[in-house]
């Protein structure tokens, strides 16, 4: 099936919390430079600035691929639109059971479209905070595989940059930035562009991104606000069919047959906050935001079209703090989040005009018992009602997460957790096309092991998830239903960095994994899309003072097409990528070039089975290909 594209992009930033006075520092993930995610009981990987400079990636979505235990999928090149995430293995749904955070703040949207991460510039970000099977109590619906938090730079020096870029397929690009303070006030101004006639055939870009931050920091007071906006449009080059008669992905794999199909995209997001200290131990935050996220699609190809709207206000309050209970250190977190979505959709299949609401309170508590063991637990009560022309649904949950964590010397920690999250179906699952569909529940378990110093670190998460009512589209029925049996989703993660020498960096992320239908039609059945094995190996050199050479190798395993659920069909093949990119500096000049697929291999991150026609459709990306970028910053 093919996925649909909607943009949810933006650049957030929040404040930072309050030092106290006899206490640690009050700890929110997404919130301050000190990350609450290192001392929660999962096995968080944590991307910070150094490993971000340290990776040959061009955007978010290439960052996130090097990940153990997630897979950043693509349809149609190589700049990250429409790539969908999965963590934990879900496959299809992946993009649906993986939240995607921004500072806190929900990136993931109210339909089956995936959050388009390129207008995020890397240069932007602190940090990243990976979650496996965790964040349903702190962040709510959609936590299933675990949460994805993109931290933005929380403090703005004087700098200013500006680049040039150029590359395979008349692919051009440029980006600029200006940051500041003066007093109490600082800022950030960034502008980034791409054009590109992308690998294949109708599969050209443009993407246009703004993004502005100005704040204020007085004592005890915080004032915030954020704005950004995007422009995007596609062309829409559809799969590649295999079958007994033919093999366009070998034969023809850049060719298309939908020369005509397009779409257009453009987004805006506003979010203005403030922080106010309530003593010494504790900060009242109030985030409110509006956001539209618009596209326009022509698929001459079967006949139809659409244009949809969607406006989202968001009024996100919470109370945070530390308190101290006999030798035991609390930091808590109390908070509400009201969501209003108005959905408005013209499509030649008819017209919807809906609305939804989401409203859910919450309450977290990580407890220090001693300097080496602690425990955390949370819990999440969500109501969502939804009405108007084609769907009427209300639907609710409750989310619970616990865990416990114990550092030995020499920073090493154990730590076990559980989660009960909770899926609810959006709107595309609820259309009138399909039956009611109600929300689906898991229950995950996670044990592991970490250890970290400097800039060197690794991690070791062994999970396994059980589903009830999982909601996935039966290729039989045309329809998004909940499943009658459960499905199981187990595997073992790692992610480790070290250095040789204050020069030479390695990294070695790399996962197993399996996730299988537990009962019903398709018993014992490996669900589509997911990858036995992925492996990410990244050398990163400082070969002379002024020359710098990362080199990674990429490998993605065997998997079924979505779509085949009774795993009748051949599997799509595994694959593999080696990159290399090297920066030379010159004051605050630089020249970066990279060589990327240097193998030439054929490469699909996506596959699609129609039983009807016992045929595949798969969507190439691009062989051997180049990227060049010249520069400066002050």
Known sequence: MQRSLVVAVSL?????????????????????????????????VILDRHTLNSLPASDLSEVLDTVGG???????????????????????????????????????????????LTGIPLAAIERIEILPGAGAALYGNGATGGTINIVTRQRYEQSAGLEVSGGSYNALGGQFHATGNRGRISGALASQSLISDGYRDNNDTRNHSVFGDLRYQGEGFQAYFT????????????????????????????????????????????????????????????DVSRRRQHQDFDYV??????????????????????????SAV???????????????????????????????????DLI?????????????????????EGANKDQDGEMYEGGLRYTFTGNLALFAGAQRSVRIANLDELSPFNPPVDPQTGKTYTVGASWSQG??????????????????????????????DPTVHKGISINSRWQVDKDLTFTANASAQQARFDGGQYSGNDVPLVPEHTMALIADWQALRWLSAQLSHRYVGDRHYDGDLANRYIKLDHYRTTDL????????????????????????????????????????????HYRIAVGFEL
């Open 301 to 326: 190809s079967s006949s139809s079209f659409g244009d949809t709207r969607v406006d989202s206000y968001s009024v996100t309050p919470k109370l945070e703090g530390q308190s101290a209970t006999g």
């Open 227 to 286: 704005a950004t906006g995007e422009q995007q449009s596609l062309g829409l080059p559809g799969g590649r069919t295999i079958d007994a008669s033919q093999n366009q992905f070998r034969d023809d794999p850049q060719g298309t047959s939908t020369p005509q199909d397009e779409a257009e995209q453009d987004n805006y997001w506003l979010m203005p906050g403030i922080r106010i200290a309530l003593g010494d131990q504790s900060a009242l935050t109030l």
């Open 70 to 116: 997630l897979q950043a999928s693509q349809l149609y090149g190589i700049n990250g639109s429409g790539a969908s995430l999965d963590l934990l293995g879900f496959g299809a749904t992946g993009n649906q059971n993986t939240l995607i955070l921004l500072n806190g703040r929900r990136l993931s949207g109210i339909d089956l479209g995936s959050p388009n």
């Open 330 to 364: 609390h930091n808590w977190t109390l908070g509400v989040d009201l969501y209003e979505y108005d959905y408005r959709s013209i499509t030649s299949f008819g017209n919807r005009d809906l609305e939804q609401s989401q409203r859910a309170w919450y309450i977290h």
């Open 12 to 44: 957030l930033a929040s404040g930072q919390l309050l030092a106290a006075n006899e206490l640690q520092t009050v700890k929110v993930s997404g919130a301050t430079s000190t990350s609450l995610a290192r001392e929660l009981p999962v096995g968080a």
């Open 581 to 624: 990119q090297l920066t030379a500096h010159y004051r605050g000049l630089y020249l970066r070039a990279g060589a990327y697929n240097l193998e030439n291999h054929q490469v699909a991150d996506y596959g699609n089975y129609n039983a009807t026609a016992n045929s595949a459709t798969l969507y190439p990306l691009p062989e051997r």
């Open 368 to 388: 220090s018992l001693t300097p080496k063991f602690s425990i955390s637990a949370g819990a999440r009560k969500l109501d969502s009602t939804l009405s108007g």
């Open 455 to 484: 800039f060197q670190y690794s991690t070791l998460t062994l999970w396994r998830s059980e589903i009830d009512n999982e909601i996935l589209f039966d290729p039989a029925t045309f329809t998004n239903r909940n499943l009658d």
